[in-house]
Nanobody, 114 residues
Framework: VQLVESGGGLVHSGESLRLTCAAS????????LSWFRQKPGKGRELVAT????????NYADFVKGRFTISRDNSKNTIYLQMNNLKPEDTAVYYC????????WGQGTQVTVSS
């Protein structure tokens, strides 16, 4: 089982990034998917969740209207489009898949400068 994130980097406040998480080794379309993030010295916090068919999404209040989660079950891939980034969005971002078992990616660093 693998979840591999990519797309992180250093951007300025107000700019955008698109994170990608490529999955393999499990029945991707049967799993609910999420993005979490972790700031230095803090615990992981839920950013967004998408259901198996992509019909429903939920977002943390601090990203509503700026971030969009999506998935492509034909490519076993989950995305996080992040617009209007703020310095407080700086964190390591992780993808997460859960059904009966749960899997984490290794994380990708996002740094937003002011």
């Amino acid at each position: 089982v693998q979840l591999v994130e990519s797309g992180g980097g250093l951007v300025h406040s107000g700019e955008s990034l698109r994170l990608t998480c490529a999955a393999s080794g499990f029945s991707f379309s049967d799993y609910e998917l999420s993005w979490f993030r972790q700031k230095p010295g803090k615990g992981r916090e839920l950013v967004a969740t998408i259901t198996t068919a992509g019909a429903d999404t939920n977002y943390a209040d601090f990203v509503k209207g700026r971030f969009t989660i999506s998935r492509d079950n034909s490519k076993n891939t989950i995305y996080l489009q992040m617009n209007n980034l703020k310095p407080e969005d700086t964190a390591v971002y992780y993808c997460f898949a859960v059904r009966v078992q749960a899997y984490w990616g290794q994380g990708t660093q996002v740094t937003v400068s002011s």
